[in-house]
């Protein structure tokens, strides 16, 4: 099992930036950030292949919101700019394992990360 560990969140006013990190313990196949706000339902954020050239956004946040990897460091992030308090929630990372050969659905993975808060206020 791989584990995820999420950081970098915190609290900010609307316009700022926060810059999150997901380092996982060993190394991962594709890599992904969503969100799950107080009574909403989990939402995808954005996702990353391994070779970091196919990459997916969430409409809301292209524009604003940047994911990379460094596959070196078994780590993803997610640059977010111009945030909004609409964007307030727990985000959390997720990760595909290297191994097998099941196939996956759209955002799907196999681990997930406990998660770090982010705050925007108005």
């Known amino acids: 099992q791989v584990q995820l560990a999420e950081s970098g969140g915190g609290l900010v006013q609307a316009g700022g930036s926060l810059r999150l990190a997901c380092a996982a313990s060993?190394?991962?196949?594709?890599m992904g950030w969503f969100r799950q706000a107080p009574g909403k339902e989990r939402e995808f954020v954005a996702d990353?292949?391994?070779?970091?050239?196919?990459?997916t956004y969430l409409d809301s946040v292209k524009g604003r919101f940047t994911i990379s990897r460094d596959n070196a460091k078994n780590t993803v992030y997610l640059q977010m700019n111009s945030l909004k308090p609409e964007d307030t929630a727990v985000y959390c990372c997720?990760?595909?394992?290297?191994?097998?050969?099941?196939?996956?659905?759209?955002?799907?993975?196999?681990?997930w990360g406990q998660g770090t808060q982010v705050t925007v206020s108005s």
């Open positions: 997720a990760a595909r394992s290297p191994y097998g050969s099941r196939s996956y659905g759209p955002h799907e993975y196999d681990f």
């Open positions: 060993g190394r991962t196949y594709a």
């Open positions: 990353i292949n391994y070779s970091g050239g196919i990459i």
